[in-house]
């Protein structure tokens, strides 16, 4: 079945960086649109960043220039580098994919069907 499991959060200062890192597994990586969520406690789940099978990207305005989504199809891996963090950012980190594609890719949280676990990402000031 689809497996996957974030890590790589933690707890960094504002204006730092950590990169997170999505393993995912029991499916064809290369044909999903990937995508990286987050939700804050009292808050709904935010769509952060995504990519389709195609490499195309799309970015919340939120964090645009700041974070930058990847992928590695041979470690079926996806990566969200963050730099300039802010308090703002602090919030639980879910890794999620969809199998049909999106030629725009889609920042909406119900289009994605299989979800990890989440890491925890806190940014104090």
């Known amino acids: 079945q689809v497996t996957l499991v974030e890590s790589g959060g933690g707890s960094v200062q504002a204006g730092g960086s950590l990169r997170l890192s999505c393993a995912a597994s029991?499916?064809?990586?290369?044909?999903?649109?990937m995508g990286w969520f987050r939700q804050a406690p009292g808050k709904e789940r935010d769509g952060v960043a995504v990519i389709n099978s195609r490499g195309t990207t799309n970015y919340a305005g939120s964090v645009q220039g700041r974070f930058t989504i990847s992928k590695d199809n041979a470690k079926n891996t996806l990566y969200l580098q963050m730099n300039s963090l802010k308090p703002e950012d602090t919030a639980m980190y879910y890794c999620a994919g969809k199998s049909w594609f999106s030629n725009s890719p889609l920042l909406l949280p119900h289009v994605y069907n299989s979800w990890g676990q989440g890491t925890q990402v806190t940014v104090s000031s």
């Open positions: 029991g499916f064809t990586f290369s044909t999903y649109d």
